[in-house]
């Protein structure tokens, strides 16, 4: 088939010493961009895009590239440890992921993440190699009208995270929506909330928002009282996956994996939603439910997949069509044409060694990133000794320095450091954090969608129910608004008799 | 007590060299390396073109030229930390239009400068040439049949622009009037989601950027029907004084700027520093590679370029009710 003699010739290229070194400092960066927290992968793509100009573009698209999943996979670390998150995409991590921490399981933890990772970028590898063209034409599809209805299945989602108070979580949700609409309207061009506060012209950002949130409360809440925390012994039987926590979680890495292509095949969609959606998912379909938000391995396994399947989705437009799916790949675009190259449906033929390349370091890239974390777990777990007098100022150093780098702007710093306050009350009442974060994120989405898609219609709502796309989202949407009425009748029932 | 006085001492020698020395320095322009502050994203248009651009005025400064990116606000936030920071030189403006013109045009009360006050201009680099675009399979060959069609069909087109207040807005609006038509404008969010939009046929035209419609035209998925700026590229795309309208359309440029009120000496380094690497030969080439005009203009030219634009910009935007 032509397309396995493509891939060989992908092998050629990659297999290349140049490219394999390329692609392991790509990952190596990616890795280190992705631990530390606030600095994500599109600063660092930006900061060494320079350095790629003397080289040939198929080793600086193979390093830029790596730099990006290689962040996804070290997002999760410190998600994990330190319940920070890495970046927007990992805030769902941090909410098992450090509760298993908490109760001595980090090591299992970072393990099924780097696992998980694994198996979810690969795959997204292979359906990009297989399905990369039919798919990116799916993805065209996606107007207005579309987001919206997938914004609303988003919404619905929302609800599934709480994991106290429903009233709790809907009001943190209004709040969440609130505070996404602080900012730049996209259809008036007025500024909204703004104050003249120069930080929030652009609207409350996310990545030092959860950064306060998650982090910094955290660190604030445990400055109260001792933590006692159980370190295991550091054999490393205990460092790693059990076999029952691998059955526990396959099936969410399949559905994380699924769910996160998919989205990250969406221009706007990507890793965020689909991490979210897929701990929704996994919450919905566990057998043990109560369990999640306390310490439950699919909680993990399904984001983690799902993050790392969207960065794999999120190439297929760049690579088949020339368009960006998020903002990392508006930088690979620059790069490439700035190598002289036209990103679109002709890259494929005009450059098959960059385009196939790519494809299979792809796959090179995620088989090294596993063997560099699953080492460096034990190095990890062993951060968790230090005392935590020791460890909480190098937390909020890092943090600082990392929401400053966003923007270079002092602002984000401030933001980061607001949130982490009302965090820290937040959860003296306990209020969740997730609804809000996840209304942040869909609100303005939602919002810009709708006044879009009836600007299109020249003010009929009917474009919603008329285009099949929509149509399908809308009913999903209603679905899991009255699914639950009817499961619930029934365990009532089965409850009196 | 003896060893107290020892230790203020030290102090204040540690002190008084550390002040000292840079005052003693009076070493020419430029010593220490300079700051190109771009108030846009990593890896948007400019920024590309920026960091080939500091890389060669480094060399022609012999000090390292390094770029920060300070994007927020329509590019206001990171204007404003170059107008606000030391008049010395060492910090300069790498600008868009939206930047020095629109910003202000659409929000006066808003943006906390003015850009013909606040800033010095050093010299504009490049045009950036927008376009009016429709899918290669739509039934308008020429700018000419597509007006024709929306004159017939008023509201029926749709245009996708990169948001409200944007340079393709505005120049839809120069568009409409000299045209007597009526489009529906549908703003997006920046133009690599105007143009997908259009690749997707959700709307039946975007104007934007030709940095992001040409690789799609060379694809053979789209089509241009008019420009700002002429195109050897595009020998065949009119521009709307070609097809003789009286106005011409706003165009986006990049240039360099430094806060108002830096000294002569400054000036007279860096005006012809910039002016030797904006025409640098392979520079130039790796710039219209990417889709740009490189096409210097000296201060003098470049503010009479900006004051022009502005009062446009201005009265269209009082014209559209974007602000008072």
Same mark, same amino acid.
């Given at each position: 088939?032509?397309?396995? @003699?493509? #891939?060989?010739?992908? =092998? @050629?290229?990659?297999? @290349?010493? +140049?490219?394999?070194?390329?692609?392991? #400092?790509?990952?190596l960066i990616g890795t280190l961009v992705g631990v530390l927290p606030g600095l994500g992968p599109a600063a660092a793509i930006a900061l060494l895009l320079p350095a790629t100009f003397k080289v040939t573009p198929v080793s600086a698209v193979i390093m830029l590239a790596g730099i990006y999943y290689g962040a996804m996979y070290g997002g999760s670390t410190t998600s994990?440890? $330190?319940? !920070?998150?890495?970046?927007?995409?990992? $805030? $769902?991590?941090?909410?098992?992921?450090? @509760?298993?921490?908490?109760?001595?399981?980090?090591?299992?933890?970072?393990? !099924?993440?780097?696992? %998980?990772?694994?198996?979810? %970028?690969? =795959?997204? $590898?292979?359906? +990009?190699? =297989?399905?990369?063209?039919?798919?990116?034409g799916l993805a065209l599809r996606f107007g207005p009208p579309e987001y919206f209805a997938l914004m609303i299945v988003g919404i619905m989602v929302l609800t599934y995270l709480s994991s106290g108070s429903m009233i709790k979580s809907l009001m943190m949700a209004a709040v969440g929506l609130i505070l996404g609409g602080i900012g730049m309207d996209t259809i008036s061009g007025k500024y909204r909330f703004t104050y003249g506060i120069q930080v929030l012209t652009d609207g409350v950002g996310l990545v030092p928002a959860v950064m306060g949130l998650f982090g910094i409360s955290e660190v604030l809440e445990n400055l109260e009282t001792e933590i006692k925390r159980e370190i295991l012994t550091t054999r490393v039987k205990n460092l790693f996956p059990t076999l029952k926590d691998w059955a526990d979680s396959i099936w969410s890495i399949i559905r994380g994996t699924f769910l996160g292509f998919f989205l990250g095949i969406i221009p706007g969609g990507g890793? !965020?939603?689909?991490? =979210?959606?897929?701990?929704?998912i996994e919450k919905k379909a566990s057998k043990h439910p109560e369990e999640f938000g306390k310490g439950a391995i699919q909680g993990v396994a399904g984001p983690e997949a799902a993050n790392n399947a969207a960065a794999g989705g999120s190439f297929i437009p760049l690579l088949t069509l020339g368009i960006p799916a998020n903002a990392v790949m508006a930088i690979l675009l620059g790069a490439l044409m700035i190598h002289g190259l036209q990103p679109g449906p002709l890259l494929m033929k005009q450059a098959p060694d960059l385009f196939w390349g790519t494809i299979v370091s792809m796959y090179i890239g995620n088989g090294m990133l596993l063997v560099l974390n699953l080492p460096l777990i034990p190095l990890w777990v062993m951060v968790l000794r230090v005392p935590y007098y020791l460890l909480y100022p190098l937390i909020i150093l890092f943090c600082m320095i990392g929401a400053y780098s966003i923007g270079n702007n002092r602002g984000d710093v401030m933001v980061m450091l607001i949130f982490g306050i009302v965090g820290y009350l937040m959860r003296k009442f306990r209020y969740d954090g997730a609804p809000m974060v996840l209304a942040l994120v869909l609100g303005p989405m939602l919002e810009e969608a709708l006044r879009q898609s009836l600007i299109l219609s020249h003010g009929n709502f009917s474009i919603f129910v008329s285009r099949p796309i929509s149509v399908g989202f809308l009913i999903l949407a209603v679905l899991l608004l009255i699914i639950p009425i009817f499961t619930q009748r029934k365990k009532l029932s089965t409850l009196e008799e | 007590m003896r060893r107290f006085i020892f230790i203020v001492g030290l102090f204040s020698v540690i002190y008084a060299l550390s002040i000292g020395a840079p005052i003693l320095k009076a070493q020419p322009f430029p010593s220490h390396p300079v700051q190109i502050i771009i108030p846009m994203d990593p890896g948007s248009a400019g920024d590309m073109v920026v960091r080939p651009f500091a890389d060669e005025l480094g060399k022609i400064l012999k000090i390292p030229v390094f770029v920060v990116n300070k994007p927020g606000a329509a590019a206001t936030l990171g204007t404003d930390v170059v107008v606000k920071s030391k008049k010395d030189g060492y910090t300069l403006l790498y600008a868009n239009t939206s930047a020095v013109v629109y910003a202000k045009a659409s929000n006066p009360e808003i943006v906390p400068y003015d850009p013909a006050k606040d800033l010095e201009p050093l010299g504009l680099h490049c045009f950036f040439p927008l376009t009016v675009t429709v899918q290669e399979g739509s039934p308008w060959k020429t700018f000419g049949e597509l007006v024709d069609y929306a004159r017939k069909n008023p509201g029926n087109v749709r245009v996708s622009t990169p948001g409200q207040g944007s340079i393709d807005h505005f120049n839809l609006e120069i568009i409409k009037s000299l045209t007597g038509t009526q489009f529906t404008m #549908?703003?997006?969010? %920046?133009?690599?989601?105007?143009i997908t939009a259009l690749l997707g046929g959700h709307v039946d035209v975007a104007c934007i950027a030709n940095s992001l419609s040409g690789p799609h035209v060379k694809a053979g998925k789209l089509r241009i029907l008019l420009l700002t700026n002429k195109m050897r590229e595009f020998p065949s795309v009119p521009t709307i004084t070609e097809l003789g309208y009286k106005q011409d359309l706003l165009s986006a440029w990049f240039a360099l700027f430094a806060p108002a009120g830096i000294s002569e000496e400054v000036k007279k380094v860096l005006v012809p520093a910039i002016e030797k690497a904006i025409k640098n030969p392979e520079l130039e080439a790796k710039i219209e590679k990417l889709g740009f005009i490189v096409d210097y203009k000296s201060p003098a030219e470049l503010k009479k370029i900006q004051v022009s634009d502005y009062e446009t910009a201005r009265s269209l935007a009082v014209k559209l009710g974007l602000s008072k």
């Open positions: 088939m032509e397309i396995i @003699q493509s #891939v060989l010739y992908g =092998f @050629q290229v990659a297999l @290349q010493p +140049l490219n394999l070194v390329y692609c392991f #400092v790509g990952v994990i440890l $330190v319940n !920070i998150p890495g970046e927007a995409a990992s $805030v $769902v991590t941090c909410i098992d992921g450090y @509760q298993m921490a908490l109760k001595g399981r980090a090591g299992p933890a970072l393990g !099924i993440a780097a696992f %998980g990772s694994f198996i979810a %970028g690969t =795959f997204a $590898v292979i359906a +990009l190699t =297989f399905m990369g063209p039919p798919l990116a890793a !965020i939603v689909a991490s =979210f959606a897929s701990y929704a | #549908v703003p997006f969010k %920046g133009g690599a989601a105007a």
